[in-house]
């Protein structure tokens, strides 16, 4: 089982930027690919952003050219960078995780707001 702890989020003006950690602690050496999700009210939960363990990245369309996704395999993070923020970007970000026997573990969810 892998454990999820997210930080960063909060408030910003649309146009400004803002950058999600997601710190992983457990069974860190079985996972494949770290993800972000987001959930805005009314919606149905989606992929913003994916890397995997080889450091192969994909997108929303969406987000294409606004965000980007790294990860830090020797501390056990993912991050996302958030430019160009607009106001439909506002939802509850969600740090993931899928193993390489399938399973998946959720971050407890932090908060982006985009608005003037």
């Known amino acids: 089982q892998v454990q999820l702890v997210e930080s960063g989020g909060g408030l910003v003006q649309p146009g400004g930027s803002l950058r999600l950690s997601c710190a992983a602690s457990g069974n860190i050496f079985s996972i494949y690919a770290m993800d972000w999700y987001r959930q805005a009210p009314g919606k149905q939960r989606e992929l913003v952003a994916r890397i995997t363990d080889g450091g192969s990245t994909n997108y929303a369309d969406s987000v294409k050219g606004r965000f980007t996704i790294s990860r830090d395999n020797a501390k056990n993070m993912a991050s996302l960078q958030m430019n160009s923020l607009k106001p439909e970007d506002t939802a509850v970000y969600y740090c993931?995780?899928?193993?390489?026997?399938?399973?998946?573990?959720w971050g407890q969810g932090t908060q982006v707001t985009v608005s003037s």
């Open positions: 993931h995780v899928l193993t390489r026997d399938g399973l998946n573990s």
